[in-house]
């Protein structure tokens, strides 16, 4: 049975999976990590989604204000071992729910190219390319995506 939780940042669970997602962009990342992380912390994340399937643990994401009618897409992660399997994409489906509900009307994200699954994800779910946005405008191992909901 498979059931999305609707919390915020201080969420155990979700602490949890952030760490096994940070030590995988870590390697992902090398030298550029840095420069990542610091767009990526958990503080003052109000929309986080956690999903369990069999009350086991498997896939977070989370959304946060980018501007007054756009929130920004983040620190989306499934454990390795369920990858493939559409949890990533029920994780999504429930943030953009929840970003409508709160009558935002555009999501946009940015994750790097050594991630091509993640990429794949986004293109699968709607999301189209745009110009590298805000910190990330001049990141050649960035690539941003918006959707309008």
Known sequence: MVQLIRTNSANKDFI????LLDADLAIRDGEDHDFYNQFNKLDSINHVVV???DEILIGCGAVKEFE???MEVKRMFTLHEVRGKG???QVLTELEKWTAELFYTR????????QPEAIALYEKCGYNKITNYGQYACVENSVC???VI
């Not at 999501?107 to 050594?114: A, C, D, F, I, S």
């Open 68 to 70: 007054s009618s756009t």
């Open 107 to 114: 999501l946009v994200l940015e994750t790097g190219l050594q």
């Open 16 to 19: 949890e999976l952030v760490k």
């Open 87 to 89: 949890v990533a994409s």
């Open 145 to 147: 995506f918006e959707k």
């Open 51 to 53: 999903l369990y399937e």
